[in-house]
Antibody, heavy 125, light 108 residues
Framework: QVQLQESGPGLVKPSQTLSLTCTVSGASISSGDYSWSWIRQPPGKGLEWIGDIYNSGSTYYNPPLKSRASISVDTSKNQFSLRLRSVTAADTAMYYC?????????????????WGQGTRVTVSS | EVVLTQSPGTLSLSPGERATLSCNTSQSVSSSYLGWYLQRPGQAPRLLMFGASSRATGIPDRFSGSVSGRDFFLTISRLEPEDFAVYYCHQYSDSRSTFGQGTKVEIK
């Protein structure tokens, strides 16, 4: 059973850097069939894709966040991480780490098939 | 960027009724890369449909998906109590993802 678990501080001061880690179990983060994503959800609002990292090391980001976001992988720990610089109150949200399956056993794109439970991050002084 | 517009914003129905949710794309999107997600209160979203019309693992057959041009539809044939939630459509193209703003299905 694939499981993802987010960890990191729940409170970040404005202008500082938000750092979150996702620990993956039940799947190898090195597999070529999926990428690893961060998605966030501000309180009472919808879902916002932040970015993906592929096993090749390639990363893709939502254009509005591209200049501040950075996703990396630690294969030795089967973890991936998000850093978001220069945060403001607008970055207050539930942050989810997610597996993005883009090539299943039948060669089909599946989408975001496993989600962490989410971690709430508040940006406030 | 592909913009997804979901309608209606809120759907008020009774258990046992049929629900039809719409997702319009601002430009052509391959059906292969259009999916739907369900989010119940206090829970993480869950993959519901992929490839516009294929049910994800464990999703009952009262859920179905269809497409007409740039309009994608999610139909719930008979609403069960656990179906009252928020539904999001999602598309993936050019290595980027976007979500619709969501449709809330609430009990009338």
């Amino acid at each position: 059973q694939v499981q993802l678990q987010e960890s990191g501080p729940g409170l970040v001061k404005p202008s500082q850097t938000l750092s979150l880690t996702c620990t993956v179990s039940g799947a190898s983060i090195s597999s070529g069939d999926y990428s690893w994503s961060w998605i966030r959800q501000p309180p009472g609002k919808g879902l916002e894709w932040i970015g993906d990292i592929y096993n090749s090391g390639s990363t893709y980001y939502n254009p509005p966040l591209k200049s501040r976001a950075s996703i990396s992988v630690d294969t030795s720990k089967n973890q991936f991480s998000l850093r978001l610089r220069s945060v403001t109150a607008a970055d207050t949200a539930m942050y989810y780490c997610v597996r993005h399956l883009y090539y299943d056993s039948g060669g089909l794109y599946r989408g975001f098939d496993y989600w962490g439970q989410g971690t709430r991050v508040t940006v406030s002084s | 960027e592909v913009v997804l517009t979901q309608s209606p914003g809120t759907l008020s129905l009774s258990p046992g009724e049929r629900a039809t949710l719409s997702c319009n794309t601002s430009q052509s999107v391959s059906s292969s890369y259009l999916g739907w997600y369900l989010q119940r209160p206090g829970q993480a979203p869950r993959l519901l449909m992929f490839g516009a019309s294929s049910r994800a693992t464990g999703i009952p057959d009262r859920f179905s998906g269809s497409v007409s041009g740039r309009d994608f539809f999610l139909t719930i044939s008979r609403l069960e109590p656990e179906d009252f939630a928020v539904y999001y459509c999602h598309q993936y193209s050019d290595s980027r993802s976007t979500f619709g703003q969501g449709t809330k299905v609430e009990i009338k």
